[in-house]
């Protein structure tokens, strides 16, 4: 999959209105076509896929352990058992994040995840996808389609920009992240592939600028909890797309403005731990104790 190149959403919302396909199928068809091999292979690949994200879902969610920097741990656990009357956000979405966690702190473990589009940015598509298909009852196919549609989204933002923190700061890889959320939650909710792509622009321009910034160089904080901002993002991109309110930026050009900002953002907060969140009080004294 790594190998398609699309020119642009703008044209693969052309060619899926021509055909009346999704932008999910149009990937499976491209993907076969570069890789000669048949769609029921593109399809197991990606199933195989989700299956690895599911079962580090199920593990994230047993281990109530801490990670080994003492950073992170136990909280896709606390999210799953949190239920109050005064809660403000949707069981799904509380659900998603739950899911996130679960795959971050797995992550943090040292344990088995789908890289996606990075191991820090790895929970919010699949967190995000996995429990609205649960709590929608919707069936393998959709989730598949929606998995390659977000697929979209990152392939577009990899050939045109970035998706490395340490190129493009955290809008690289959680911005991204929260992008292919949004288009494959829109997807899953049948809509068309326009509003697909305008979820993503809405997504990725709330994310625009941030900074990477690990404490102490892990990828755990703020990483795991910026998931849970990408997928609350990306739940909100996708709901305003459905209800009918438009990006005023096209998507192709949200990429083209988070590539400039790649080059304007200074070095120290590129994944260097060097500025920001790492480098308060409070990341200091973390990584003195973690590394003296
Ligand atoms: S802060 Fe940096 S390392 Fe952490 S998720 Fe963002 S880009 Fe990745």
């Known amino acids: 999959m790594t190998k398609i190149r699309f020119d642009s959403a703008s044209d693969l919302i052309k060619q899926a209105d021509k055909s009346t396909k999704t932008i999910g199928q149009l990937v499976i068809e491209q993907t076969k076509n570069s890789q000669l091999i048949s769609s029921d292979e593109v399809i197991a690949d990606m199933h195989k896929r989700i299956v690895i994200m599911e079962e580090s879902i199920k593990k994230g969610l047993q281990n109530t352990g801490r990670t080994k ?167 909100m991109a996708s709901e305003l797309t459905l209800a009918g309110v438009r990006s005023n930026i096209p998507f192709d050009e949200v990429v083209m403005a988070m590539n400039n900002v790649s080059k304007l953002m200074a070095q120290e907060l590129k994944e260097t731990a060097k500025g920001g969140l790492a480098t308060t009080p409070t990341g200091e004294k973390i990584r003195r104790k973690l590394y003296s």
Not at 82 to 89: F, L, N, P
Not at 137 to 142: M, Q, Y
Not at 144 to 151: L, P
Request: glycine share 10%; proline share 3%.
């Open 69 to 235: 920097s003492g950073l992170a741990g136990g909280d896709a656990v606390l999210l799953k058992k949190y239920k109050s009357a005064k809660q403000i956000i949707s069981k799904t979405q509380l659900k998603a994040l739950s899911y996130s966690f679960a795959i971050m702190e797995q992550n943090a473990r040292f344990g088995k995840i789908v890289a996606l589009p990075t191991a820090g940015s790895a929970g919010t598509v699949p967190g995000s996808l996995i429990a609205v298909f649960e709590d929608l009852n919707l069936n393998r196919d959709d989730l598949i389609d929606a998995f390659f549609t977000a697929g979209a989204v990152g392939i577009l933002v990899a050939s045109k920009a970035s998706v490395a923190g340490a190129v493009g700061g955290c809008q690289a890889e959680v911005g991204t992240a929260s992008a292919m959320a949004a288009a494959g939650l829109t997807q899953l909710r049948k809509g068309t592939p326009s509003q697909c792509f305008n979820a993503a622009a809405i997504a990725l321009k709330g994310l625009l600028g941030l900074v990477c910034d690990p404490v102490a160089g892990l990828v755990e904080c703020p990483c795991i909890k910026r998931n849970a901002t990408a997928i609350s993002n990306a739940f």
